[in-house]
């Protein structure tokens, strides 16, 4: 257990670093081939302009990678059944907005499109963050959902939008899956691999600790989808995880530390632990525990949205007709609800990376792509995005870009107003989501913490009441929550101590206490499995917590 607060990477760190270890070329090229496949066949049958939209649905694939294949399928079809959803919903209101426009109506109508997009954009990362899920989340989902908005000008209606965005999204689900025919274990062996290597990398640099920090949690979130692990115990003979606990066991001996800041791909859980984790409890418990305006889930949703707001709105005013643009670019920055000094380093690599990207789509204007080089261009950004989409914005939204400006039909547009009305949106977007993040609600760290803490007493109470009729075995359910509330816990004490250091001091030895005592109980019941826990050991237990 930590004593004091964990390190701080400096800015240059958080800026310069790759957060994910491990290659990710397989894993890009099936996102390349899941656009270059259906695209390949739409062009020999006459459809080149469809082109953009079984890109948008190619994005899928993205998705999935990293799961085991008894997860991945679900996930999958998930994020294809949100980006079919999204592009026809996006293809409707731009529908009624430049059907309004175009028919002599004001400019404001775009006001639908904001308020559209902000409520996506609210929506997708209020789940995100309340589910914990990994990078990239909900953006590429909202930068599809915005860009259909722009459709209306390739003369699909909002059915053939969607009809194409799902070539793109079953392309997605053959190519994701395709491997499990040839290695059902792969993805848990991959992970296992890169934990492996990660460790045996590490130098005691803050970037190369967090990679093998993030490789250790990557690992048993993959071998508890693939059902290698459960409840705290190894139910797989494979030695999968039995080889992760060594790999864990041998960081933890070098006198690590953890450090959780230098990335968006949180590390929800206790490295310095070398113990097999209870899995993540159900999706409905961490929807529902979020629903309080001091979460981490809630406050991130409604700092993003106002900011979206601002983002959106300035954008109109400007006479600018790409409000989705503005809004998008707002949400990468504040998706994962980043501390301050990484938030703004996310605002840096968005800005830079945006100003690249919509270089890159300049030149791809100035060479005239249609057709083939259209179908190359656009599998060689989802390769690349793919490749970069964990390890650093700044260069995974180069190839993003061009992607999304030509969803948003860029092409026929004089490439001159392009790049400097979005280069001006990328500025204003930057601006908003910064003064959100720094001056919105400054007692945010403390009362989310605070919550927290509460609920790590609850959980123990829970599980300690569970424990008087039952014997710890009988009581997995409370454990595996008593340990996801002792983790966020954990992950807001470490983010307090970074932004309210004053408040952290005080807060510290409470936060230790809270970290023994809760790990101790869940020690005793996986030592003691089918023994009931005599009441005076759980009457002791609850005066310590009271």
């Not at 792969?186 to 640099?205: F, H, I, K, M, Q």
């Not at 959106?312 to 409000?323: E, Y």
């Not at 993040?437 to 609850?458: G, I, K, M, N, T």
Request: with cysteine; charged share 15%.
């Amino acid at each position: 257990m930590m004593e004091t607060p964990p390190p701080r990477p400096s800015a240059w760190q958080l800026f310069t670093a790759f957060h994910s270890p491990g290659r990710r070329w397989p894993g890009a090229l099936r996102a390349g081939l899941a656009m270059g496949l259906p695209g390949t066949v739409a062009i020999l049958l006459g459809f080149e302009a469809e082109l953009l939209l079984i890109a948008a649905g190619s994005f899928t694939v993205i998705h999935g990678e990293g799961y085991a294949y008894r997860a991945r399928w679900k996930v999958l079809l998930t994020a294809g059944a949100l980006f079919i959803t999204g592009a026809v919903a996006g293809a409707f209101v731009g529908t009624v907005v430049w059907g309004q426009i175009e028919a002599g109506a004001t400019r404001w109508w775009l006001l639908l499109t904001v308020a559209f997009a902000t409520a996506i954009a609210g929506v997708g990362i209020y789940v995100a963050n309340a589910l914990r899920l990994p990078p990239p989340g909900p953006w590429f989902i909202l930068l599809v959902t915005g860009a259909s908005t722009m459709t209306h000008r390739l003369d699909l209606n909002p059915v053939e939008v969607g009809a194409w965005a799902g070539v793109g999204v079953l392309s997605s689900v053959l190519v994701g899956m395709a491997p499990a025919l040839l290695n059902p274990r792969g993805p848990e062996e991959d992970a296992v691999r890169v934990l492996e290597a990660a460790v045996a990398d590490s130098d005691g640099s803050v970037e190369k600790l967090h990679q093998a920090q993030t490789a250790v949690t990557h690992a048993w979130f993959t071998l508890a989808d693939a059902r290698a692990i459960h409840a705290g115990r190894i139910v797989d003979a494979s030695g999968l995880a039995e080889r992760t606990l060594a790999a864990q066991a041998t960081l933890v001996g070098t006198g690590s530390r953890a450090v959780d800041e230098i990335s968006d791909n949180r590390n929800y859980l206790d490295v310095d632990r070398v113990k097999v984790p209870h899995t993540r409890p159900s999706i409905s418990y961490r929807l529902y525990r979020s629903i309080h305006p001091d979460s981490h889930a809630m406050m991130t949703a409604t700092r993003v949205m106002l900011a979206c707001l601002g983002a959106g709105v300035t954008s109109i005013a400007l006479g600018f007709n790409r409000p989705d643009w503005a809004i998008v670019s707002t949400l990468l920055i504040l998706q994962w609800g980043p501390d301050k000094v990484p938030g703004t380093i996310r605002g840096v690599h968005r800005f830079l990376g945006s100003v690249l990207g919509v270089g890159l789509f300049g030149v791809l204007y100035l060479l005239d792509v249609h057709a083939w080089t259209l179908m190359l261009a656009l599998s060689v950004c989802l390769f690349f995005s793919e490749i970069f989409v964990t390890r650093n914005y700044a260069l995974a939204v180069i190839f993003t870009t061009p992607v999304a400006l030509m969803l948003g039909g860029a092409l026929q547009e004089p490439v001159g107003v392009t790049v400097y009305e979005r280069v001006i949106e990328i500025a204003f977007s930057v601006i908003f989501a910064l003064a959100l993040l720094w001056l919105y609600r400054s007692d945010a760290e403390p009362a989310h913490h605070l919550r927290l803490q509460l609920r790590c007493r609850r959980a123990m109470e829970s599980l300690l009441g569970a424990l008087l009729t039952s014997a710890p075995d009988e009581a997995l359910e409370q454990r595996r929550d008593l340990q996801y509330e002792l983790l966020s816990e954990r992950r807001a004490a470490q983010s307090l101590s970074r932004n309210n250091p004053d408040v952290a001091t005080q807060r510290w030895e409470e936060h230790l206490h809270l970290q023994r005592t809760g790990y101790a109980l869940l020690d005793y019941c996986e030592a003691h499995g089918d023994t009931r826990l005599p009441f005076g050991d759980i009457q002791s237990v609850a005066e310590r917590i009271s």
